[in-house]
């Protein structure tokens, strides 16, 4: 039995969940098709989903393919859940990308393509909705050409398009040996003289066309109705023709990746996992994280649509697994994946404060938040003790009604929340040094610190280094410095995360062990990880002063298509809202922009879009990268450390004493 893990991935509302329940339907696992307005679809099982009628996390259900068992991962499409299929992508052996015939590639279409390209999975195109009024066939393909890729074969026609009796007929292996010889043979040099030669059976070419595929160098393209079914069966014939099955290698060693969390009925932990190699058994130990261990005290495998308790879960399979309460999302355990560590998409760019409408829930809010953080790292809650305030990180406005209706309907917690905000970074200027000597005033500690920060490549995150030697002290006391300055970084002068930067200790000395007379150990004169630990903020922010940091804000890449006409009152919105376009471009009676705009403008662009251009202007965009905020308008974020920028406030707290 062959494995193939698929994800089902699209723009929203492209029918990427209707075409799941027809694959379902079409392959036996359901005996009716459910509907995605009714709230009735198999993949979509929270409550929200239903009522809103989207995805919002990814679900997991299994059939059969003749030989081959497949386990469909039905993905998120809104872009506010773009983490959630970040996640999944990490697991995939292939996917179908799903776009409307009506509407056509979108902006999300084209952030997923780039990503299934760049990780090189091989990716089968639907184009869903032939039945609707206003499907497109030639255009679209052309459209996924110039906007997604060139490396295309149509696999059929379309007859009756815009009707319900539109329907898909594949090509006869005469009318496709031209486009598929064009396209294949620009990655098969043999094929290549073949062609010239005029001498490429029918048989050689399929199977050039199913290893290209496997290899993600073309992408045939399908046409069809989830709601009608049409095309579906020719889809379904694709998947088991021209998507490689799983590598299996059942009896290697243990390596697997999580990739979603969820709580059971009674509060547990669940932990979704995709096996790449070995078998895991239940009553097993893995470890995961920095140590960590965990004992796998059940498992469930997805079968035939149906979850089956098992004893084992082995290489290619998906398994739920219970009994690991510390594991998180992207753990991977035994010999590590493939894309461990590895972020596909940008992290989110916005955040709010989430406000408990009864003073007296703020504990309970935290922990619902928290546990929802488990589900969700890139939510990242900051707490402040301060203001009592826990804040939440966003990639867009849906996300809140999501995160109110689960704290709702699963916590009992009515919440609100504050504006949004954009999320900034702070990156070193200039080089800077700072040191605390042991016994030496205004040095409270029993340690001795000094750290050089010096601005490193962007994109390159954090770097600690040591300049002293690693026997000069207890290494706890180096993992307590460390540690240390990465908690400190999260919060530079201007009080956001300080990033792209090199850490480097230089100077180092702690007081040893000691005792009166006939007592025992006494913390009051020897050096602890707590010193250390109390002493590398005030050194790291000292240095991060005299280095000077530098407020980045985040900037979205945008394409701008709106009638010609209209542009004259378009040029100016946008030079007021800080957009700068790089590129004109004249399409019939219509003009395409592209350029940068900052991320805390886009919101107001979309908004005020639609009266500039009568309706008609498309607006799609990503985050880009992040760019120096201009001078004298800085944006400060409130603290929620013990400010060690104020060494009597942080000596106040920390130590409940005031240096000097």
Same mark, same amino acid.
């Given at each position: 039995?062959?494995?193939?893990?698929?994800g089902i991935?699209a723009h929203?509302d492209?029918?990427?969940?209707?075409?799941?329940?027809?694959?379902?339907?079409?392959?036996?696992i359901i005996?009716e098709?459910?509907?995605?307005d009714?709230?009735?679809?198999?993949t979509?099982?929270?409550?929200l989903?239903?009522q809103r009628?989207?995805t919002?996390?990814s679900?997991?259900v299994s059939f059969?393919?003749?030989d081959?068992?497949?386990n469909?991962i039905?993905?998120?499409?809104h872009p506010d859940?773009?983490a959630?299929?970040?996640r999944v992508?990490g697991?995939?052996?292939?996917?179908v990308?799903?776009?409307?015939?009506?509407?056509?590639v979108?902006a999300?279409?084209?952030v997923l393509?780039?990503?299934l390209?760049?990780?090189?999975?091989?990716?089968?195109v639907?184009v869903?909705?032939?039945d609707?009024?206003g499907a497109r066939?030639?255009?679209?393909?052309?459209?996924i050409s110039a906007?997604l890729?060139p490396a295309?074969?149509p696999?059929g026609e379309v007859?009756?398009r815009?009707?319900?009796?539109?329907?898909?007929t594949?090509f006869?292996?005469?009318?496709?040996?031209?486009?598929l010889?064009?396209?294949l043979?620009?990655?098969d040099?043999?094929?290549l003289a073949a062609?010239?030669?005029g001498?490429?059976p029918?048989?050689r070419l399929?199977?050039?066309l199913?290893r290209?595929t496997?290899?993600?160098?073309v992408h045939?393209v399908f046409?069809?109705?989830?709601?009608?079914g049409a095309?579906v069966?020719?889809?379904?014939?694709?998947i088991?023709e021209l998507l490689?099955?799983?590598?299996?290698?059942?009896?290697g060693?243990?390596?697997?990746?999580?990739?979603?969390?969820?709580?059971g009925p009674e509060?547990e932990k669940v932990?979704?996992a995709r096996?790449?190699s070995?078998?895991?058994?239940t009553?097993d130990r893995i470890p995961f994280r920095d140590?960590?261990e @965990? /004992?796998?005290?059940a498992?469930s495998?997805f079968?035939?649509?149906a979850? !089956?308790?098992?004893?084992? +879960?082995?290489a =290619?399979?998906i398994g739920?697994?219970?009994g690991?309460?510390?594991?998180r999302i992207?753990?991977?355990?035994?010999?590590?994946?493939?894309?461990?560590?590895?972020h596909l998409f940008?992290?989110?760019t916005?955040e709010?404060?989430?406000?408990?409408?009864?003073?007296?829930?703020?504990g309970?809010?935290h922990?619902?938040?928290t546990?929802?953080?488990?589900?969700d790292p890139l939510?990242?809650?900051?707490?402040?003790?301060v203001r009592?305030e826990?804040s939440?990180?966003?990639y867009?406005?849906?996300?809140?009604?999501v995160?109110?209706a689960?704290?709702?309907?699963?916590f009992?917690?009515?919440v609100t929340?504050e504006?949004t905000t954009t999320?900034?970074?702070?990156r070193p200027?200039g080089?800077g040094s700072?040191?605390?000597?042991? @016994? /030496?005033?205004p040095?409270?500690?029993?340690a001795?610190?000094g750290l050089? !920060?010096?601005?490193?490549? +962007?994109?390159? =995150?954090?770097?600690?280094?040591?300049?002293?030697?690693l026997?000069s002290m207890p290494?706890?006391?180096?993992k307590?410095?460390?540690?240390?300055v990465?908690?400190t970084l999260r919060?530079?002068?201007?009080g956001w995360q300080v990033?792209?930067?090199t850490?480097t200790?230089?100077?180092?000395?702690y007081?040893?062990r000691?005792?009166h007379a006939?007592?025992?150990?006494d913390?009051s004169?020897s050096?602890?990880g707590?010193?250390?630990?109390?002493?590398?903020p005030?050194?790291l922010?000292?240095?991060l002063?005299r280095?000077?940091?530098?407020v980045h804000?985040p900037?979205?890449?945008?394409?701008?298509e709106?009638?010609?006409?209209t542009?004259?009152?378009?040029?100016?919105?946008?030079?007021?809202?800080?957009?700068?376009p790089q590129?004109?471009?004249?399409r019939?009676?219509a003009?395409?922009?592209e350029g940068?705009?900052?991320?805390?403008?886009v919101?107001e662009?979309e908004?005020?879009?639609?009266?500039?251009?009568?309706?008609e202007?498309?607006?799609?965009?990503?985050?880009d990268?992040?760019?120096?905020v201009?001078?004298?308008?800085?944006?400060h974020r409130?603290?929620t450390?013990h400010?060690?920028?104020?060494?009597?406030e942080?000596?106040l707290n920390?130590?409940r004493?005031?240096?000097s």
């Open positions: 039995m062959h494995m193939l893990n698929l991935l929203v492209a029918g990427k969940t209707s075409l799941t329940e027809r694959l379902l339907h079409s392959v036996g005996d098709v459910g509907s995605v009714a709230g009735s679809t198999r979509d099982s929270l409550a989903e239903r009628g989207i919002i996390k679900a997991v059969a393919i003749d081959t068992t497949v469909l039905d993905t998120p499409g859940f773009i959630e299929v970040e992508l697991v995939l052996d292939g996917a990308l799903v776009v409307s015939a009506v509407e056509g979108q999300q279409t084209r393509m780039r990503t390209q760049r990780l090189r999975i091989p990716t089968l639907f869903n909705k032939i609707r009024r066939y030639e255009e679209l393909l052309e459209s906007r890729t295309i074969v696999m007859a009756l815009g009707t319900r009796d539109a329907g898909f594949p006869a292996a005469a009318r496709l040996r031209t486009p010889l064009d396209v043979a620009a990655h040099d043999e094929l062609y010239v030669e001498g490429v029918d048989e399929r199977s050039a199913a290209q496997g290899q993600a160098l045939p046409f069809g109705s989830a709601i009608t095309g069966p020719d889809l379904i014939a694709g088991k490689p099955a799983a590598e299996c290698d059942a009896g060693p243990v390596s697997g990746t999580v990739f979603k969390v969820e709580r509060g932990a979704y096996m790449f070995g078998t895991l058994r009553r140590g960590e @965990g /004992k796998v005290t498992i495998v079968d035939r649509g979850e !089956v308790r098992g004893t084992s +879960v082995a =290619g399979r739920k697994l219970w690991l309460g510390d594991i992207g753990d991977t355990f035994g010999v590590p994946a493939k894309t461990e560590g590895e940008a992290p989110p916005l709010t404060v989430v406000v408990a409408a009864r003073p007296g829930d703020r309970a809010l922990l619902a938040l546990q929802l953080a488990e589900q939510i990242n809650l900051r707490r402040d003790e009592q826990i939440v990180s966003l867009g406005e849906v996300q809140k009604e995160i109110q689960t704290l709702a309907d699963e009992g917690l009515d929340f504006e999320i900034c970074i702070e200027e080089t700072a040191v605390e000597f042991n @016994g /030496k005033d040095n409270p500690f029993l001795t610190v050089r !920060v010096d601005p490193a490549p +962007v994109g390159s =995150g954090v770097e600690f280094r040591l300049e002293v030697e026997g290494y706890a006391f180096f307590a410095i460390e540690d240390s990465r908690d919060q530079g002068i201007h990033t792209d930067c850490v200790v230089t100077h180092s000395g007081s040893p000691q005792s006939h007592q025992g150990f913390k004169m050096s602890t707590a010193d250390f630990r109390g002493v590398t005030l050194v922010m000292a240095a002063r280095a000077g940091s530098r804000e900037m979205h890449r945008f394409r701008l709106t009638p010609g006409d542009l004259a009152a378009v040029l100016p919105v946008l030079a007021r809202l800080r957009a700068v590129t004109t471009e004249t019939g009676e003009s395409v922009l940068r705009i900052p991320a805390a403008q919101h662009l908004q005020l879009l639609p009266g500039l251009t009568r309706g202007g498309e607006l799609e965009g990503a985050f990268h992040y760019a120096p201009a001078r004298g308008v800085v944006p409130p603290r450390d400010n060690p920028l104020d060494r009597k942080y000596l920390v130590t004493r005031v240096g």
